[in-house]
C-alpha cells in the first residue's frame, strides 16, 4: 500500500512541475508577439501560405504556357525543382482562380508549390 501512496504523490509531484516554469539565469525568451499595426497591414494576395500538414513547399521558376480557369489549372514549362526531385519539364499545377488573374500565357514567373502525394498546387506566383 505504502507503494502505490508514493507512487501516486511522485506523479502529482511530477504533474505539478510541469506547469512551472522553468529557473534559469539565461532568461529564458518570452513571446514578444503583438497585435498587427498599420505598418503590418497590406496586400497578401501572392504571399504563400504555410504548407498543410503532409505536404512540402517548393520553389521553381519558369515560363507560363497555358492557363485553364474554368478547370483551375496553370501549366509551365518550369527549371528544375530540387525539392521536389523534378527535372525541368512542362507541367500542369492547380491553382486558386485569384493566381490566375494576374498572368498571362508568355509571362516569365516564379512561384511557390505545395507539393502533396506527387503532385503540385501553385500557392503563389509572381511575375518576373
Known sequence: MKLYHLTVLGLAAMLAAC???????????????????AEMAGDTGNMAMPAERGTKAAKGSGTVTAIDKAAGMITLDHGPIPEANWPAMTMAFTAKPALLETVKVGDEVTFDLALKGGAGEVIALVKN
Do not use: C, D, M, R
Not at 506547469?19 to 499595426?37: I, L
Open 19 to 37: 506547469n512551472q516554469k522553468a529557473e534559469t539565469g539565461t532568461g529564458a525568451p518570452t513571446n514578444t508577439a503583438s497585435a498587427p499595426t
